[in-house]
Nanobody, 127 residues
Framework: QVQLVESGGGSVQAGGSLRLSCVQY????????LAWFRQAPGKEREGVAH???????MYIPSVKGRFTISQDNAKNTLYLEMNDLKPEDTGMYYC?????????????????????RGQGTQVTVSS
């Protein structure tokens, strides 16, 4: 059974930083797409960044240069380093994994039915 557990969220002021972690249990396939999504109240889910088994990464324009997605395969952990946070980054962040040979385009990833996702960790950025 695949399980994803996020941590690292919190409340920060604009300009601050947070590092999210997502520990993955039970996924054994060699190919995958790992993604961070976020959802703010009243808004649709948004794919923020993704990384695949070849360490290929992609970001939405609004976070490029501020967020860094990475993975530590030895620890089965996915990370999202978030710097220069803005109030519009506020939302529930969760990780998800899909057995794909390559990740979809980041602008369309929110419409993909990722079969496994975590419960999420809340990020709140105040101005």
């Amino acid at each position: 059974q695949v399980q994803l557990v996020e941590s690292g969220g919190g409340s920060v002021q604009a300009g601050g930083s947070l590092r999210l972690s997502c520990v993955q249990y039970g996924y054994t396939a060699n190919t995958y797409c790992l993604a961070w999504f976020r959802q703010a109240p009243g808004k649709e889910r948004e794919g923020v960044a993704h990384i695949d088994h070849d360490d290929f990464t992609m970001y939405i324009p609004s976070v490029k240069g501020r967020f860094t997605i990475s993975q530590d395969n030895a620890k089965n952990t996915l990370y999202l380093e978030m710097n220069d946070l803005k109030p519009e980054d506020t939302g529930m962040y969760y990780c998800a994994i899909h057995k794909l040979n390559a990740c979809p385009a980041i602008r369309t990833i929110a419409s993909w039915p990722f079969p496994y996702r975590g419960q999420g960790t809340q990020v709140t950025v105040s101005s």
